[in-house]
């Protein structure tokens, strides 16, 4: 069983700056995918980032691409998201998502986090 925990969500103005952060449990996290999606009021969840094993691979949602970098300290047990350049259309709830020997590029999300609360306001 994995346990992730989301924390850095708040209200930013457009054109400013989050780190979200996503701590996991367990000894084994350098072998998971991780990945962030999010979930806008009345919208299905939609990917926005993933990250290897090793961190050397990344993937981001066009949306997204140029303005959010996806990060990992496997020392920490740890994935960040910092977003740059905020846009309303971010506002959005961001879950943390782990696939223990999952594929970077095809993340699933075995294991979800609790989700983050983000708003950029106009």
């Known amino acids: 069983q994995v346990q992730l925990v989301e924390s850095g969500g708040g209200l930013v103005q457009a054109g400013g700056s989050l780190r979200l952060s996503c701590a996991a449990s367990?000894?084994?996290?350098?072998?998971?995918?991780m990945g962030w999606f999010r979930q806008a009021p009345g919208k299905e969840r939609r990917f926005v980032a993933a990250i290897s094993y090793s961190g050397g691979g990344t993937n981001y949602a066009d949306s997204v691409k140029g303005r959010f970098t996806i990060s990992r300290g496997n020392a920490k047990n740890t994935v960040y998201l910092q977003m740059d350049s905020l846009k309303p259309e971010d506002t959005a709830v961001y879950y943390c998502?782990?696939?223990?020997?999952?594929?970077?590029?095809?993340?699933?999300?075995?294991?979800w986090g609790q989700g983050t609360q983000v708003t950029v306001s106009s």
């Open positions: 367990g000894r084994t996290f350098s072998t998971y995918a």
């Open positions: 998502a782990a696939d223990p020997w999952g594929n970077y590029y095809s993340l699933i999300g075995n294991y």
